[in-house]
């Protein structure tokens, strides 16, 4: 009887100790804060107008599951600014004010054994709110620098083998459920997480990414497909929901490795065809590349040159290019002045610059990037008279500090001499020449349960 129990409590102990080693559950969390002072940041100033200062904060609650051939994913966050509430009673609050929101909610099955997963092999289906991330987030990221981010209701389907990637992703929204119809509003209220500068979210999006690990770098290629749906407006202009979808596609390689010792370069470039949403042909392009130098274990340099197209006055076909779901606060200025919130027209952007890391320490890094800026297309005001092409310069320094692993500091301060030119794309009236922005960002990431 006693060698029964004995037996039958090494079984259960070790039953136990196989679904610890198989089930993993995580908890973690985080707590941002962004202290910023506004003096032009986004677009300038008119002469008179005062500086913006608040604090936002980013609250999330992630919890992980990974079990076998199953792995699923809850991120909730709250995002609001200090003394958006009343203090005593939440229940006043302006809904549309209500940062309160399920970021990621997915769930991913394997295809494989889990052994055949082991030996760096991968094929699973990942289905859900989810972010998408891709290469150095030109054209698909989480713009994790906004407070709320960016995330997508998606289905995505991975291969993995030997270095090389394939991922197929596919999206189609809806408003509600429906009794007949597919018909979609892109604006949905309460997440207005749509592609940069037209503020409307896709009815339906396809993406198929192909990269390959080199010796010392990546390559890949990306093609995406976003749909939105079809409009007419009525005598009073009022906009009127129509069967069918209007279709755009982009596509372009990416690269980035070593070169001898010292320098890392990192190239794209994607060509845009179709539709946009108003139902205009496209024939846009974009291309970049940048070159970074290690002079030593401290200190780096190097230039940079963005230029996406624009539209000239009077055309017919849309030439200005849309970078899609990137992260446009990693490329063209820390101030946003383009490609983010803040429009400036449709004559697209060269951005020649010049980067430098500074790594003082293994906790302390600073980042200084020095931009020139200019329309693409020519600049004409309302009597079609030329303007200079040139926007102006921004300099930026940024500096970031790990206090531990789970507490960093980042600052930074950036300043933007505006010209005429730039002040007529964004319709400033008796704009302020020069604008400045300074922030302090707090981040706190505990992990609770690993």
């Known amino acids: 009887m006693k060698k029964a129990l004995l037996l039958l409590g090494m079984s259960v102990a070790g039953m136990l100790a196989t679904t610890r080693t198989m089930a993993q559950f995580s908890l973690s969390g985080q707590l941002r804060t962004r202290t ?10 008119s002469k008179g107008e005062k500086p913006a200062f608040f604090t936002s904060q980013r609250t999330r609650l992630n919890a992980g599951y990974k079990g076998y051939r199953t792995q699923f994913f809850v991120a909730v966050q709250d995002v609001r600014v200090w003394g958006q509430d009343a203090s005593s009673n939440n229940r006043i609050t302006n809904p549309a004010l209500n940062g309160l929101m399920l970021h990621e909610a997915w769930g991913e099955i394997s295809l494989l054994d889990t052994n055949q997963t082991k030996l760096g092999k991968e094929f699973a289906l990942k289905i859900g709110r989810q972010e998408f991330l891709y290469d150095d987030s030109r054209v698909l990221g989480n713009l994790d620098w906004l407070q709320q981010a960016r995330r997508h209701d998606a289905a995505l389907l ?33 997440y207005p997480a749509g592609t940069n500068g037209i503020g409307t979210m896709y009815k339906s999006l396809q993406f198929l990414y192909l990269g390959k690990k080199l010796k010392q770098g990546n390559a890949s290629f990306l093609v995406v497909k976003d749909d939105f749906q079809k409009y007419t407006l009525d005598t009073a202009g009022v906009k009127k929901l129509a069967n069918g979808v209007r279709s755009r596609v982009t596509f372009g390689p ?57 539209t000239a006055s009077g055309s017919r076909k849309s030439h200005t290019f849309d970078p ?8 063209w200025g820390q101030m946003d002045y383009f490609y983010a919130a803040n429009a400036f027209g449709k004559g697209g952007l060269s951005d020649v610059y010049i980067s430098t890391t500074i790594k003082a320490s293994e906790k302390l890094s600073i980042n200084t990037d020095l931009h020139h800026f200019a329309s693409a297309a020519q600049v004409r005001v ?68 690993k």
Not at 162 to 186: M, P, W
Not at 268 to 292: E, T, W
Not at 421 to 438: D, E, H, I, T, Y
């Open 36 to 45: 910023e002072l506004l003096d032009g940041q986004g677009t300038m100033l």
């Open 158 to 190: 991975k291969y993995g083998n030997n270095g090389f990637t394939a991922h197929l992703g596919v999206a189609y929204n809806q408003n509600r459920e429906l009794k007949s119809g597919t018909l979609y509003d892109g604006v949905p209220a309460g």
């Open 254 to 310: 990416y690269l980035q490795t070593k070169i001898g010792k010292s320098w890392t370069v990192t190239a794209n470039a994607f060509y845009q065809v179709g539709k946009d949403k108003d139902g205009a042909s496209l024939s846009a392009y974009m291309y970049s590349v940048r070159g970074l130098y290690a002079m030593n274990r401290v200190f780096s340099i190097g230039p940079g040159f963005d230029y996406t197209s624009g």
């Open 324 to 331: 899609l779901y990137g992260t446009p606060h990693k490329f």
């Open 382 to 449: 309302a009597d079609n008279q030329k303007l200079s092409s040139a926007f102006g310069e921004e300099l930026d320094i940024i500096a970031n500090y790990n206090l531990t692993k789970t507490i960093s500091f980042q600052g930074g301060y950036c300043t933007f001499i505006s010209t005429s030119s730039l002040a007529q794309v964004k319709g400033v009236k008796n704009p302020q020449k020069m604008s400045n922005w300074a922030y302090l960002m707090i981040n706190i990431k505990p992990e609770f349960l």
